[in-house]
């Protein structure tokens, strides 16, 4: 049977004690320099955002679009959209946390604006009128509203809504 000098198992656990603490650091380094990147391309990737919206609002060519737009910034925001038109322009822009926008719509053209800024706002959009234009652009500002619009006609089509404060909800209907 070999033996070892009771100092080699010493050398070998603070042998590998250095090692774990050397790449322990290394990662460390390499997380912080990961989190600065993140965080100028995520300024970057927002810029750039903002400069294709500008870019696409001053087009004046009148060609059949389907675009949707979604802009998010915190965590678990959520869009859910099924949008049956000829020509679809929605842009939906969500800063703040647990915010969520369900759009169900058959239209002619639809064209919506859905801004959430703070958290557990909640947008509920469901129109069937496929021979109809519909649009709807709503501004969410606090936290924890509710909004709900169900159908369309001529009075509630072109409206604005503009919710302020906390814990605000707002129920439309519209029937023919």
Avoid: W
Wanted: charged share 15%.
């Amino acid at each position: 049977m070999y033996f070892r000098h009771p100092g080699y198992f010493y050398l070998k656990i603070h042998l590998m004690r250095s090692i774990g603490f050397s790449i322990f650091l290394l990662l460390l380094c390499f997380n912080f320099q990961l989190i600065a990147q993140d965080n100028l391309t995520h300024n970057r990737i927002q810029n750039q955002v903002v400069v294709n919206l500008l870019a696409s609002v001053q087009k004046e060519n009148k060609q059949v679009n389907n675009e949707v737009f979604i802009n998010q910034i915190g965590d678990r925001n959520q869009v859910y959209t099924s949008v049956r038109a000829q020509e679809n322009k929605s842009v939906y822009i969500q800063n703040g946390n647990f915010n969520n926008i369900y759009s169900n719509v058959s239209a002619k053209t639809f064209a919506s604006s859905i801004v959430q800024n703070g958290d557990r706002h909640k947008a509920f959009n469901f129109v069937n009128s496929p021979g109809e234009e519909i649009s709807l652009e709503l501004n969410q500002q606090g936290n924890n509203h509710h909004f709900e619009q169900f159908g369309s006609n001529s009075i509630g089509n072109n409206l604005k809504f503009q919710m302020n404060g906390d814990s605000r909800s707002l129920i439309v209907r519209n029937f023919k």
